[in-house]
């Protein structure tokens, strides 16, 4: 059998989520590698969260969460792209291809950007092909 | 009943960890005197490896294990003391997680042994001579040396029973722990011997516990930056203090004479990479974007005692 990606998305409950939902009642068509795993919030996304998926063999991990002013949580969001800047920092520089991991902001209304963003991650990791980290550092 | 038996072997270690129990002083003497010491190498006791490997399995009641496992010597020892020992403790954060000796990881060993042997600019070897795993001598006489591999915690070799963490653990927490042991009052298999509280519980500088609260910093500032205040907290000043996610058994040493945390303390309970979870804790206590970009070298800040346990362990190599 062909090498298929294994996509997840970790999604925030009041955008990215509601816009994946959108996107379905829209019939917008995206590809079926994705695997979402809904949050309540792109604050709750660990640095540790992405590692394990990557090591458990996820050939990307993308997270979605609310723009800027829009958090349910006020803040949750400046945080998740903190945390995620510095982890893609450090992970790039243990020899993470960076491309793997992606953080966007798509609201509940955005599910058009959500069907996609979901394309061109597939793409995008298709292109990059298995991950070569599945089940930890040779 | 006779006397616990007690062993302790020093693998891939500085010995940092047999001077901390050394400076138990008083508390070492009334432990000492409740234990039998059958084996401690290389530091203290005159023991050989052949006398540890012709006792019984299961005959020592404590093992202790300090340093990372980082050669062929230190995995088969290792696995010995598995054998003989009913209780096994990874003693240290190198035991427990790497260490600061397990950056290694993130060079190849022929990078390492290029600069420890050839590039360096004190060195002088024309003829570029590197240690062999063997070398006969005169024709006749065998050599032999461990070969090196990647830096492991000890529980990615063998099974492990307790952790404590600390380079080298606080002489106060040995203590405790040796008390502990002693008495029976032990926690379940598999879990660190510690009080469970983060550094910052136990900081003088923490503004919390002062009753004000904590601000986010505004500046990053590394410590050759000037000194910092006298009693504020330094993560709010910009110096990178990863007291919020390393225990605290220590009692916050290091902040309380001006120096940030690094994290030899292991990682408080429920984490399981301490790094990751750094960076978190550091990321959401910034001011800015702007700041996660100038923190310089990362890796070697958050990983300095943790990298080989870590979900990668290593820099990937290609």
Same mark, same amino acid.
């Given at each position: 059998?062909?090498?298929?990606?294994?996509?997840?998305?970790?999604?925030?409950?009041?955008?990215?989520?509601?816009?994946? @939902?959108?996107?379905?009642?829209?019939?917008?068509?995206?590809?079926?590698?994705?695997?979402?795993?809904?949050?309540?919030?792109?604050?709750?996304?660990?640095?540790?969260?992405?590692?394990?998926?990557?090591?458990?063999?996820?050939?990307?991990?993308?997270?979605?969460?609310?723009?800027?002013?829009?958090?349910?949580?006020?803040?949750?969001? /400046?945080?998740?792209?903190?945390?995620?800047? &510095?982890?893609?920092?450090?992970?790039?520089?243990?020899?993470? #291809?960076?491309?793997?991991?992606?953080?966007?902001?798509?609201?509940?209304?955005?599910?058009?950007?959500?069907?996609?963003?979901?394309?061109?991650?597939?793409?995008?990791?298709?292109?990059?092909?298995?991950?070569?980290?599945?089940?930890?550092?040779? | 009943?006779?006397?616990?038996?007690?062993?302790? /072997?020093?693998?891939?270690?500085?010995? %940092?960890?047999?001077?901390?129990?050394? !400076? &138990?002083?008083?508390?070492?003497?009334?432990?000492?005197?409740? &234990?039998?010491?059958?084996?401690?190498?290389?530091?203290?006791?005159?023991?050989?490896?052949?006398?540890? #490997?012709?006792?019984? @399995?299961?005959?020592? !009641?404590?093992?202790?294990?300090?340093?990372?496992?980082?050669?062929?010597?230190?995995?088969?020892?290792?696995?010995?003391? $598995?054998?003989?020992?009913?209780?096994?403790?990874?003693?240290?954060?190198?035991?427990?997680?790497?260490?600061?000796?397990?950056?290694?990881?993130?060079?190849?060993?022929?990078?390492?042994? @290029? *600069?420890?042997?050839?590039?360096?600019?004190?060195? !002088?070897?024309?003829?570029? =001579?590197?240690?062999?795993?063997?070398?006969?001598?005169? %024709?006749? /006489?065998?050599?032999? &040396?461990?070969?090196?591999?990647?830096?492991?915690?000890?529980?990615?070799?063998?099974?492990?029973?307790?952790?404590?963490?600390?380079?080298?653990?606080?002489?106060?927490?040995?203590?405790?722990?040796?008390?502990?042991?002693?008495?029976?009052?032990?926690?379940?298999?598999?879990?660190?011997?510690?009080?469970? *509280?983060?550094?910052?519980?136990?900081?003088?500088?923490?503004?919390?516990?002062?009753?004000?609260?904590?601000?986010?910093?505004?500046?990053?500032?590394?410590?050759? !930056?000037?000194?910092?205040?006298?009693?504020?907290?330094?993560?709010?000043?910009? /110096?990178?203090?990863?007291?919020?996610?390393?225990?605290?058994?220590?009692?916050?040493?290091?902040?309380?004479?001006?120096?940030?945390?690094?994290?030899?303390?292991?990682?408080?309970?429920?984490?399981?990479?301490?790094?990751? $979870?750094?960076?978190?804790?550091?990321?959401?206590?910034?001011?800015?974007?702007?700041?996660?970009?100038?923190?310089?070298?990362?890796?070697?800040?958050?990983? $300095?005692?943790?990298?080989?346990?870590?979900?990668?362990?290593?820099? =990937?190599? $290609?």
């Amino acid at each position: 059998m062909a090498w298929e990606p294994r996509l997840i998305v970790i999604a925030c409950h009041w955008c990215t989520y509601a816009g994946a @939902d959108l996107a379905g009642s829209l019939r917008y068509s995206y590809p079926p590698t994705v695997h979402i795993v809904r949050v309540p919030c792109s604050g709750r996304v660990e640095p540790e969260f992405i590692a394990e998926a990557l090591i458990r063999g996820a050939d990307g991990v993308f997270i979605g969460g609310c723009h800027f002013g829009d958090c349910h949580y006020k803040e949750g969001n /400046y945080k998740a792209i903190r945390r995620f800047n &510095l982890f893609k920092r450090v992970a790039t520089e243990l020899g993470v #291809e960076p491309d793997r991991i992606q953080l966007e902001w798509i609201s509940g209304s955005e599910g058009k950007k959500f069907a996609e963003s979901m394309t061109a991650f597939d793409a995008k990791i298709r292109e990059l092909g298995p991950n070569p980290l599945k089940g930890g550092a040779q | 009943m006779s006397k616990p038996k007690l062993a302790y /072997y020093l693998a891939g270690g500085c010995g %940092g960890c047999d001077i901390a129990v050394v !400076d &138990l002083s008083e508390t070492l003497v009334d432990v000492a005197l409740q &234990l039998d010491i059958v084996f401690w190498a290389p530091t203290v006791a005159d023991a050989k490896y052949k006398d540890l #490997e012709a006792m019984p @399995d299961g005959s020592i !009641d404590v093992g202790l294990v300090s340093g990372n496992v980082r050669n062929s010597e230190h995995e088969h020892i290792v696995k010995v003391m $598995r054998q003989k020992c009913k209780v096994l403790i990874a003693f240290g954060i190198c035991a427990s997680c790497g260490g600061i000796k397990g950056l290694v990881n993130l060079h190849t060993t022929e990078q390492l042994l @290029d *600069k420890a042997y050839i590039n360096t600019f004190s060195t !002088d070897n024309p003829e570029k =001579i590197l240690p062999q795993t063997t070398v006969v001598v005169d %024709g006749k /006489y065998e050599l032999t &040396l461990p070969s090196l591999m990647d830096a492991r915690p000890l529980d990615q070799v063998v099974k492990v029973d307790y952790y404590v963490g600390g380079c080298p653990p606080y002489h106060e927490h040995i203590g405790k722990a040796f008390m502990a042991l002693l008495s029976g009052q032990l926690p379940p298999s598999g879990s660190w011997i510690t009080m469970g *509280k983060a550094v910052c519980e136990v900081c003088n500088r923490n503004p919390v516990l002062q009753g004000k609260s904590k601000k986010f910093a505004t500046t990053v500032k590394r410590t050759i !930056d000037g000194p910092p205040s006298e009693d504020g907290c330094l993560l709010e000043e910009g /110096y990178l203090c990863l007291g919020p996610v390393t225990q605290g058994d220590c009692g916050s040493k290091c902040p309380s004479a001006n120096v940030p945390c690094r994290g030899c303390g292991g990682p408080i309970p429920g984490v399981k990479d301490f790094g990751l $979870r750094a960076i978190s804790a550091i990321a959401s206590m910034l001011d800015n974007e702007e700041l996660v970009d100038q923190i310089p070298d990362p890796v070697h800040l958050f990983y $300095r005692y943790t990298l080989p346990s870590s979900f990668l362990g290593k820099k =990937i190599k $290609r």
